[in-house]
């Protein structure tokens, strides 16, 4: 099972990126995708997160407002559109499968599968 995360990259505080995260075919059953990053010296924090079968959505509270997850069932894919960058929002982004649970999980460990990451810095 292979995720594969893209879009990262510099920009400046206000500006905008869209990431992409795909998931290999042979996960068959998604139960949600989520978002998480990990900035120098930090832990690896959650971002957003959505429910594969209802859509749901859930944010932490320094994104939320700003950032848009959404997913295409059908590619497999989940995207996190990041607007109002901020300089406190550098970090390595990874995208994040769950097969096993219900709704979507803003824990770390309810994830079996995890993409390589994906650079995003946001210059003041």
């Known amino acids: 099972v292979q995720l594969q995360a893209s879009g990262g990259g510099l920009v400046q505080s206000g500006g905008s990126l869209r990431l992409s995260c795909a998931a290999s075919?042979?996960?068959?059953?998604?139960?949600?995708m989520g978002w998480f990053r990990q900035a120098p010296a930090m832990e690896r924090e959650f971002v957003a997160a959505?429910?594969?079968?209802?859509?749901?959505?859930g944010y932490s509270d320094s994104v939320k407002g700003r950032f848009t997850i959404s997913r295409d069932n059908a590619k497999n894919m989940v995207f996190l559109q990041m607007n109002g960058l901020k300089p406190e929002d550098t970090g390595v982004y990874y995208c994040?499968?769950?097969?096993?649970?219900?709704?979507?999980?803003?824990?770390?460990?309810?994830?079996?599968?995890w993409g390589q990451g994906t650079l995003v810095t946001v210059s003041s």
């Open positions: 994040a499968a769950d097969t096993y649970g219900v709704g979507f999980s803003r824990s770390l460990s309810s994830y079996e599968y």
């Open positions: 075919t042979r996960i068959f059953s998604i139960a949600s």
């Open positions: 959505i429910s594969w079968n209802s859509g749901n959505t």
